[in-house]
């Protein structure tokens, strides 16, 4: 079995690792290098440093459309398959056209839901029950590809990092199932009617909103981990939360009680009012500083009850 791998981020190496120890994993194509950091020193790419460990040859263009090159390298290898995870570039129709069984594409949702580049992010933040993941056969279109094999997974209270941990280590299984039995798999075209989509995140995505219930701003909390993180203003500093909870009642007057408003200070969390309901916070970072629980913060910091938070900085 000849396999050409797709793959960048640290998520593809349980699927990329499993590969390689049941197939032959002939080339590692993932993005250039870039550098990184305030030192910009150049990191390689989690897959690229897999290859390197374990010699197999890697493939860094920085473009798949319209490169002759990348085209005739991919061509010559004469694969069985192409398997992309989170690679982060569009493969080309004549590339999608070189396997000689098929392009396998694993995708971290449950398709046709949350196609796009941050499927795990929103359907965290959009308080999915489920999330899955999906191998499908590549296509031109975005994540629109005949579905072959699934399997789901409960979110429950994981942040973006845990459940795209698990549906890394779902997905290698699932990817193996999907080769063995691929001879015998009836591919079923997605319903469009039913199809979602999973945007880019983007750095103002995490920018809260303390007019929204306390039950979404933890959820967006939890989603948008570890980038680009949810964030607010405290007297003009930027404040990053990573651990909230959402709850109802502490005892305290909820009449005219302005969103933001921090409301009550224990030793070792505090409340801040929402839309609907309490945010109670329980680890959260000054930028520029290390991440603290909510009970390292306060006997650093001086937090008030009445102290606001803000959706904006404060000329």
Not at 62 to 87: G, R
Request: glycine share 6%.
């Amino acid at each position: 079995m000849n396999i050409i791998f797709f793959g960048t981020p640290e998520i593809a190496l349980p699927i990329l690792s499993t590969l390689h120890e049941h197939y032959s994993v002939t080339l590692i194509v993932c993005k250039p290098d870039k550098p990184q950091n305030r030192g910009q020193k150049i990191i390689y790419p989690p897959t690229k440093a897999f290859a390197l460990k374990y010699n197999i040859p890697y493939y860094q263009p920085s473009k798949l459309k319209n490169n002759e090159d990348a085209y005739q390298l991919l061509k010559k290898i004469n694969p069985d398959y192409l398997i992309t995870v989170a690679y982060g570039l569009i493969l080309p129709e004549a590339i999608l056209k070189l396997p000689k069984k098929a392009p396998i594409n694993v995708h971290f949702s449950l398709l046709p839901k949350y196609r796009g580049a941050a499927p795990v992010n929103w359907a965290i933040i959009n308080g999915e029950k489920y999330t899955g993941v999906t191998t499908m056969l590549m296509n031109n279109s975005l994540d629109g590809g005949d579905i072959l094999l699934q399997s789901s997974m409960l979110i429950e209270k994981k942040t973006a990092p845990e459940v795209c941990n698990e549906l890394a280590f779902l997905g290698a299984e699932l990817t193996i199932k999907t080769i063995d039995k691929f001879s015998c798999i009836k591919a079923k075209k997605q319903n469009e009617k039913k199809a979602s989509y999973a945007p880019i995140l983007k750095k103002e995505d995490g920018l809260i909103d303390w007019n929204k219930n306390a039950i979404l701003i933890e959820r967006m909390i939890r989603g948008l981990l570890n980038w680009p993180t949810a964030y607010t203003y405290l007297h003009n500093r930027l404040i990053k939360f990573y651990e909230a909870s959402a709850v109802n009642d502490i005892g305290v007057d909820k009449k005219n009680q302005k969103p933001g408003k921090i409301v009550k200070i224990n030793k070792d969390s505090f409340y801040v009012a929402t839309g609907m309901g309490l945010l109670e916070v329980l680890k959260l970072q000054i930028e520029g500083k290390r991440i603290l629980t909510s009970a390292e913060f306060l006997r650093g910091n001086k937090l008030r009850e009445g102290d606001c938070f803000s959706s904006k900085y404060l000329d």
